[in-house]
């Protein structure tokens, strides 16, 4: 799925580019967006293997990790972490993965909701 590979690739851009953040804040700040990246991934994973119900669920904790990513990016931005250009880049990538994540919630959500028609008519 797309997901995978816009998410491998955000963290893969996003990775490096934390190295330059002022070494002061490598441990909080820094830490906490990476946690939010990699967690995203980790959630978006575990849903693969999941079935409607917990898949739903661990789709909704990765978009609340994924408001996360966004808004310690936001910090790293104005606290001039980031460009310009290197926000505008990351921004992207993330709403990618957002619109993805919420296409897939959107698809489970009908699943979960064409099973439990077909239960009631049985």
């Given amino acids: 799925m797309a997901i995978f590979t816009k998410t491998y690739d955000f963290l893969a851009w996003l990775t490096p580019a934390t190295n330059h953040f002022p070494r002061a804040h490598r441990y909080g700040a820094t830490q906490r967006l990476l946690a939010a990246g990699y967690a995203f991934l980790e959630q978006i994973t575990e849903a693969n293997n999941m079935r409607s119900g917990d898949r ?6 990765a978009n609340g990790e ?15 972490w980031l460009s310009d250009g290197q926000y505008a880049h ?16 959107k698809r489970t959500r009908q699943d979960l909701d064409a099973a439990r028609q077909a239960r009631g008519a049985q």
């Fill in 66 to 80: 994924l408001d996360k990513v966004r808004l310690y990016l936001r910090l790293a931005h104005r606290w001039r």
């Fill in 90 to 105: 990351c921004s992207a990538m993330v709403a990618e993965m957002g619109r993805l994540l919420g296409g897939w919630q």
């Fill in 56 to 61: 739903l669920r661990l789709l909704t904790i």
